[in-house]
């Protein structure tokens, strides 16, 4: 299946880090990896992407494996605003169509 | 302000009444996209379009036509809509398929 997999559900506490994992062990060597998150009501909202290394920016990091199978998104210090549903995504680049998974729903406790 | 813009946001139609749902960005975007999300099944894309008259099948094209005849605008027609296309829908846009922005989306019930 070309499709990314994702936990269901995780749950974590204000202000801790939180690591979502993703597998994707079909991917190809021109796929990118995006995560995008969907709040409430919302649609999907852009987070990060990257290809072979790992990338940080303003909202988390990004963490690839050696041989890109899986991936690992990094919110350093999770807040309310930051409950929603995390999506890891394959694809872009030559690939120009997205495979996305069924996401991650993350719970923030206060 | 850059943003994606979808209308209706809510549309509630019958059986084999054709309709168009209008997409449009401001952002300049060669890159425009429809997805359908469904409960269980996620987000699906219906077909997505690389720049101006070039468009192509995402995974779920079936029951779904688009056209692109200028950038900033991609509608997507259902012109024979039927109850299995009761969905939320997506419109996004990007330069080339990285970092896209989503619309806020269309709700769209078939009776």
């Known amino acids: 299946d070309a499709k990314t997999t994702q936990p269901n559900s995780m749950e974590s506490n204000e202000e801790e880090p939180v690591h979502l994992p993703c597998n994707h062990s079909t991917i190809s060597g021109t796929d990118y990896i995006h995560w995008y998150r969907q709040l409430p009501s919302q649609g999907p909202e852009y987070v990060i992407h990257g290809l072979t290394s790992n990338v940080n920016n303003r909202m988390a990091s990004l963490a690839i494996a050696e041989d890109r199978k899986s991936s690992t998104l990094i919110l350093h210090r999770a807040t309310l605003r930051d409950a929603a549903v995390y999506y890891c995504i394959r694809g872009g680049g030559n690939n120009r169509k997205l495979i996305w998974g069924l996401g991650t729903s993350l719970a923030v406790n206060p | 302000e850059a943003q994606v813009t979808q209308n209706p946001r809510y549309l509630i139609t019958v059986t084999g009444k054709k309709l168009t749902v209008t997409c449009s960005q401001n952002m300049n975007h060669e890159y425009m996209s429809w997805y359908r999300q469904d409960p269980g099944l996620g987000l699906r894309q219906i077909y997505y379009?690389?720049?101006?008259?070039?468009?192509d099948k995402g995974d779920v094209p079936e029951g779904y036509k688009v056209s692109r005849k200028e950038k900033r605008n991609f509608p997507l027609i259902l012109e024979s809509p039927s109850p299995n296309q009761t969905s939320l829908y997506f419109c996004?846009?990007?330069?080339?398929?990285?970092?896209?922005?989503f619309g806020p989306g269309t709700r769209l019930t078939v009776l």
């Open positions: 379009s690389m720049n101006v008259e070039v468009t």
């Open positions: 996004a846009s990007s330069f080339g398929s990285n970092t896209q922005y």
